[in-house]
């Protein structure tokens, strides 16, 4: 891989100078699902799948960036002194808006760079490409200038960048597991502090398996950001009559005690989501680290049924993937994981199922839903780093 993306690179570019690479994984999430801006808990983990980034700096203050998986578009450049969303920059306003993001901390570039990108994390699929690219483009800025900027502070810039330059009012789950992965282990991350702790993830007997609907969604331009000023408004209500913060310091009991305060019922089932995912994920990461995987797959379900339902962030296709999922024995647990409107199921599959379990899934979809899914096995992988 390193020598196919060197070889782009110069092919791009031109040989000669600092050229350096680097990685940034994408994340699943195991469970705790639209918690992050709510004041909760996540627990996501770093994939081997991810993107990669090959650069060097400039003479003059000019950007190219060139990405292998769009190669019918070229290079697009851009400039140090010009950094502003334009629609007709398509993929490379996350890596712009990540250097915007820098300025405005008051780190200063002395010169541009080119860039080639190469991401094997499906477009669209929830798997958070677009974190991953910002996180990487982080890595590189710190690597490259030399910046003194720790992995949480580039996670932090990312998430800036994507609310303020790209527009989607994120919250930081998807750009801390990109930034801190560690290999086996998941990240039991409280979003309201950032305080954080790595849990092994020992499943011996069984694999973690994404299914790719094929649906894509666009968190931009989804009901995303919808969800989130719900979220807003019931917690404005609650305020009048609790105090908290965020919807996260709510347990299930206080939540049943203080709803009829949210007026809205669609607000109120928003809420009613955060306050139990959250408790959900707490409960779910104790038993995985007490060794009970059964009992932290029935809280995946359960985490399912509260984002269809409550959240309504799930989509006809992903519903049927995951029904398709619980029929077939040795599937401990599968969700909806990601944004939602779209994206992917992640599951828990007893090793000796997994076969069955990609034959009945992809057979089923394709009759229910006339497309073809795509089903990977995956490994937990690292954080953010320079490779080379």
């Not at 070889?7 to 680097?22: H, L, N, P, T, V």
């Not at 002395?110 to 499906?122: A, K, R, S």
């Amino acid at each position: 891989m390193k020598e196919k993306l060197y070889s782009a690179f110069i092919g791009k570019y031109g040989d000669g100078g600092d050229i350096r690479m680097y990685f940034a994984p994408g994340r699943v999430n195991l469970i705790g699902e639209h918690t992050d801006y709510n004041g909760g808990h996540v627990f996501p983990c770093a994939l081997t799948l991810g993107t990669y980034g090959v650069a060097r700096k400039r003479q003059d203050s000019k950007l190219r960036f060139y990405s292998m998986n769009f190669e019918s578009i070229g290079i697009v450049e851009s400039d140090l002194n010009d950094l502003v969303p334009d629609k007709k920059a398509g993929w490379t306003n996350y890596p712009k808006g990540v250097l915007w993001a820098f300025k405005e901390r008051g780190y200063q570039m002395d010169c541009g760079m080119d860039v080639l990108i190469y991401g094997d994390i499906p477009n669209g699929s929830g798997l958070s490409s677009s974190a991953s690219l910002e996180v990487l483009t982080g890595v590189m800025l710190k690597d490259l200038y030399g910046f003194e900027v720790s992995l949480p502070d580039i996670a932090l810039i990312g998430q800036y960048s994507e609310n303020n330059f790209n527009g989607c009012n994120c919250g930081i789950m998807d750009q801390f597991a990109s930034a801190m992965g560690k290999k086996d282990h998941a990240i039991f991350l409280d979003t309201n502090t950032l305080e954080y702790e790595y849990a092994p993830v020992k499943l011996e007997d069984a694999k973690i398996v994404i299914t790719n609907s094929k649906v894509k969604h666009s968190l931009v331009d989804s009901a995303y950001n919808d969800r989130r000023n719900e979220c807003e408004r019931a917690l404005k209500e609650l305020k009048e009559v609790t105090d908290i913060q965020a919807l996260g310091d709510l347990t299930e009991e206080e939540f049943e005690k203080y709803k009829e305060a949210i007026k809205d019922d669609v607000c109120r089932r928003r809420a009613k989501h955060a306050v139990y995912e959250n408790q959900r994920t707490i409960h779910a990461e104790a038993a995985l680290k007490a060794g009970n995987v059964e009992q932290f797959g029935k809280y995946m379900n359960e985490s399912h049924i509260s984002l269809r339902d409550d959240y309504e962030v799930s989509c006809e296709e992903i519903d049927v993937l995951v029904e398709l999922a619980w029929k077939i024995p040795g599937v401990i647990g599968s969700r909806i994981t990601g944004g939602g409107f779209g994206g992917c199921t992640v599951s828990i599959v007893k090793n000796e199922a997994v076969d069955t379990f990609i034959e009945e899934v992809q057979k089923g979809y394709q009759e229910k839903c006339h497309k073809k899914a795509e089903i990977y096995v995956v490994d937990i992988g690292d954080g953010a780093h320079r490779l080379s």
